[in-house]
C-alpha cells in the first residue's frame, strides 16, 4: 500500500474550500437580507449588521471544527 506524504500546509484553504466558504457566506448573507426588519429586529440583527454577523458567524464556525 502507497503512503501519501502531506504537505506541511494541509490546512491552507484551497480553491474549493475558499469557493465552498464564499458560497456559504453568501447564501446566509442573502437569506438574511430577504428577512423584514421587524423579523432581523426579533433575532437582534440590524439590516448593516448582516454581513459583520455572518462574518463573525463563520469563523466561530470554522473554529469549533
Do not use: C
Not at 466558504?21 to 453568501?26: G, H, I, K, P, V
Amino acid at each position: 500500500m502507497t503512503q501519501i506524504k502531506h504537505a506541511a500546509n494541509d490546512n491552507a484553504p484551497t480553491f474549493l474550500g475558499r469557493l465552498k466558504a464564499w458560497l456559504e457566506y453568501s447564501t446566509a448573507v442573502s437569506s438574511l437580507n430577504r428577512l423584514d426588519d421587524r423579523t432581523l429586529a426579533d433575532i437582534g440583527l440590524k439590516r448593516d449588521q448582516i454581513s459583520d454577523f455572518v462574518k463573525s458567524w463563520s469563523v466561530k464556525d470554522d473554529d469549533a471544527a
